[in-house]
């Protein structure tokens, strides 16, 4: 079955700490994109990598970091300089075509992540 | 800046009713427009607009798109309870961004 996977689907962590959140694809998409949702809002972009070893900030950027290592992975890390990190996260992957066809995203399950 | 507006932010609507949901939007090197629906977790893909008046229809949910007015809407007639969500528009451009409005909530009631 080709899709997103994201890891854990809920997470709990104390004010302070550093978390890591999963995002897997064998959608063989070059791009790759982290997105976050508050309540009653659309989605805000963090962070996107359009090829393995590259990425480039979003929107909202700050306090937040991420690698790009491999094609199919693209973990978010929350560290504790995020003043508001309590979120709904979401990952998606493109085909990513410079000119062309443009394509569609493909969104995983989403983590919710909870920091008290 | 780029951005998506969308309108109503939220509507109530019975069974069986048609509704209208609009997306306009400002940005720079516009690619395509892109409707997603919401349920409860991850968004899933409705339709892609890139060319203007042609318009895209799956089942009860159609969508057309005007890039000289910049706005693009999405009809569903005959609602279902089932098509309570929130739908998402999202626009794409040529730096492979993708900006989303912040969605409208429906609500279908029987």
């Known amino acids: 079955d080709g899709g997103i996977t994201q890891s854990p689907k809920y997470l709990f962590r104390k004010e302070g700490q550093n978390v890591t959140l999963s995002c897997e694809q064998n959608l063989n998409h070059d791009a790759m994109y982290w997105y976050r949702q508050d309540p009653g809002q659309g989605l805000r972009l963090i962070y996107y990598s359009q090829i393995v070893n590259d990425f480039q900030k979003g929107d909202i950027a700050e306090g937040y970091s991420v690698s790009r290592e491999k094609k199919e992975s693209f973990p978010l890390t929350v560290t504790s300089a995020q003043k508001n990190p309590t979120a709904f996260y979401l990952c998606?992957?493109?085909?990513?075509?410079?000119?062309?066809?443009?394509?569609?995203?493909?969104f995983g399950p989403g983590t919710r992540l909870t920091v008290t | 800046e780029d951005k998506v507006v969308q309108s109503p932010l939220s509507l109530v609507v019975h069974e069986g009713d048609t509704v209208t949901l609009n997306c306009s939007y400002e940005?720079?090197?516009?690619?395509?427009l892109l409707w997603y629906k919401q349920e409860k977790k991850a968004p899933t893909f409705l339709f892609m607009l890139?060319?203007?008046?042609i318009e895209k229809k799956s089942g009860r949910l159609s969508s057309i798109l005007d890039k000289k007015e910049l706005f693009s809407i999405l009809n569903i007639t005959a609602t279902q309870t089932g098509d309570s969500a929130v739908y998402l528009c999202a626009v794409r451009n040529y730096g492979q961004n993708f900006v989303f409005g912040p969605g409208t909530r429906l609500s279908v009631l029987p």
């Open positions: 998606a992957s493109s085909i990513d075509s410079t000119t062309g066809s443009s394509y569609e995203q493909y």
């Open positions: 890139t060319s203007s008046g």
């Open positions: 940005v720079t090197n516009f690619r395509s």
